[in-house]
């Protein structure tokens, strides 16, 4: 009976020997546990905006079969080839289209007869129809962007807002004597050199020039009958085109404004395409047409209801 005691208090004891280890082995990974529960998760920021880098060269510039810069590509205004936004805090030197202090770009000087004409921001909260230059230029504020097609003798330009299609022939032909007054304005190119230069006149005057010299609506300016626009395309190397453009007008400049060259940067996404188009004009005012796969059957669906009107109207 006493034997019987001796080996039930043995295993007793073993028993709280083993689980005072047990507990002492536990409670460690416990305690990692807990404190990994109680860690803050990382943060996660929207647009991956944390990660954006300068975008390198690339490469040199593809060439079309003339010899020229192929220009074709989706293009950004600033260095990570992609749409920005200025709610996340980005570094400036991704976020800028120039460097002031190694390309500094003078402002517009304007005839002081001129002002009270031909100074008038952009009434608030009106959507700027597209033209030259302002379809380029105001995407300094907009941040979208704009496609080049280059096809033998024709460059296409596309910008999503405001919407612009312009073609533009660059067989070197001059303008036509009486061309017709656009938005757009008469456009012919030729190249020189690597710098494919566009000349435009007869653009309407009812187009305002936006961040043609200060950035932003507010710095907006008419101009007169006589303006004439000069841009400048060279597309520096695969992921690099620099745009830059020079604005005559006798009746409103003292002297030609010519701005800094200013960078943009192709898409790096292969699946970048044009999403959102703002449609102007009594059938579409105020409608935004949503492009794209997943979008096709209720747009085809409103064209029906004839709420979007048909490509091409």
């Known amino acids: 009976m006493a034997r019987m005691k001796r080996r039930l208090g043995y295993c007793a004891g073993s028993a709280g020997i083993v689980l005072v280890g047990l507990s002492m082995v536990c409670m460690p990974v416990f ?5 990994r529960q109680g860690a803050k998760p990382p943060v996660k920021i929207a647009g991956d905006f944390d990660k954006l880098r300068i975008l390198p060269p690339g490469g040199p ?29 980005i570094d400036e030197t991704i976020m800028r289209q120039f460097d002031p202090v190694k390309t500094p770009q003078e402002n517009p000087v304007f005839r002081p007869e001129a002002a009270d004409k031909y100074l008038q921001p952009a009434p608030y909260g009106s959507c700027p129809p597209g033209g030259t230059p302002t379809s380029i230029t105001m995407q300094d504020t907009q941040h979208g962007p704009m496609e080049l097609i280059q096809k033998p003798g024709v460059l296409w330009i596309l910008t999503e807002f405001p919407e612009t299609i312009r073609r533009i022939p660059t067989d070197g032909r001059p303008h036509p004597k009486d061309p017709d007054i656009t938005f757009n304005g008469d456009s012919v190119a030729h190249w020189e ?10 653009i309407d005057t009812r187009m305002r020039n936006y ?26 190397s695969k992921n690099y085109v620099t745009y830059q453009i020079t604005v005559e007008d006798p009746v409103v400049l003292v002297k030609p404004f010519t701005s800094a060259p200013h960078v943009w940067t192709l898409a790096q996404d292969s699946n970048d395409s044009l999403d959102r188009i703002h449609l102007h004009g009594e059938r579409g005012a105020g409608i935004l047409e949503e492009r794209g796969p997943k979008n096709e059957g209720r747009v085809r669906e409103e064209r029906q209801r004839k709420i979007i009107p048909p490509k091409g109207v």
């Open 31 to 35: 305690a990692q546990n807990s404190a």
């Open 61 to 89: 510039a593809p060439r079309a079969a003339d010899g020229h810069p192929d220009l074709t590509g989706r293009y950004y205004p600033n260095h990570a080839g992609r749409m920005l936004q200025v709610a996340y805090q």
């Open 193 to 202: 050199g690597d710098t494919l230069v566009v000349d435009t006149i007869a």
């Open 211 to 236: 961040s043609v010299g200060k950035t932003g609506e507010a710095s907006a300016w008419l101009h007169s009958e006589k303006e004439h626009v000069i841009e400048r395309f060279s597309r520096t």
